[in-house]
């Protein structure tokens, strides 16, 4: 008996011991998350390199607690933030980085619904062969967050309004798996989605008035 309390104590203090770990990984994802998305909402290179190391520490976390979309999805976002980088400081026809702009609702549609069959086929998938915890509202966050990304780092300006829809569910998801701090970070994220798109487009107004302003000389 006494070897059977000294046993359980010992799982105790090492299941205690992971959870302590765990915790303290996600806090610093969650600050390293805070300020890719404030850097980003500034229109800010090095947003990427908060993005690279956030999403890395993420990429373990979800494996650990069974979200395995999430965790191939955050290894696709380290390799958006090393081209997202890229982009903004270097890309663009004067390789000076791109400028904020606004694509067409036809657009936007049809990525929505080729976004949204995608990620019926990839929740049926994993429905079918894995333990993924909400196969299909997993598949679905994580589809559109790939899309979304793609958005971000051509500086499309309804990427904001992607994120707000995309955050709201992650919510639901990251409460359900007890990850407490990120589902407050996602909080945060839908206020901060709608700030970000407020900021964007206000640059792209004040570019659009600049350059009227110009072709008026």
């Known amino acids: 008996m006494t070897e059977f309390w000294l046993s359980l104590v010992d799982t105790l203090s090492s299941a205690s011991a992971e959870v302590q770990l765990m915790t303290a990984w996600e806090a610093l994802a969650v600050v390293l998350a ?3 998305l404030l850097l980003a909402m500034k229109a800010n290179v090095w947003c990427w390199g908060a993005a690279f190391a956030s999403t890395a520490i993420y990429t373990v976390l979800f ?4 979200l395995l979309m999430e965790s191939v999805l955050n290894i696709y ?3 958006m933030a090393v081209y997202g980088y890229w982009l903004w400081s270097q890309g ?3 390789h000076a980085g791109v400028e904020v702009s606004s694509w067409p609702l036809k657009t936007h549609l049809s990525l929505i619904a080729g976004t949204a069959l995608l990620s019926l086929g990839v929740g049926h998938m994993m429905a079918t062969y894995t333990q993924a915890a909400f196969p299909y509202l997993d598949a679905a966050t994580s589809c559109f967050a790939v899309m979304t990304t793609y958005l971000v780092a051509k500086k499309v300006l309804e990427n904001w309004l992607y994120w707000v829809v995309i955050d709201l ?3 639901y998801l990251y409460l359900n798996k007890g990850l407490m701090l990120t ?3 996602f909080v945060f994220y839908v206020g901060l989605a709608v700030g970000g798109y407020f900021l964007w487009r206000g640059a792209l ?3 659009q008035s600049q350059s009227l302003a110009v072709q008026g000389h």
């Open 169 to 171: 569910v992650s919510i």
């Open 77 to 79: 976002y380290m390799l």
């Open 34 to 36: 805070l300020a890719y």
């Open 63 to 66: 494996w650990q607690v069974a």
């Open 205 to 207: 107004r004040q570019r």
């Open 92 to 94: 663009g026809e004067q």
């Open 183 to 185: 589902s407050l970070l």
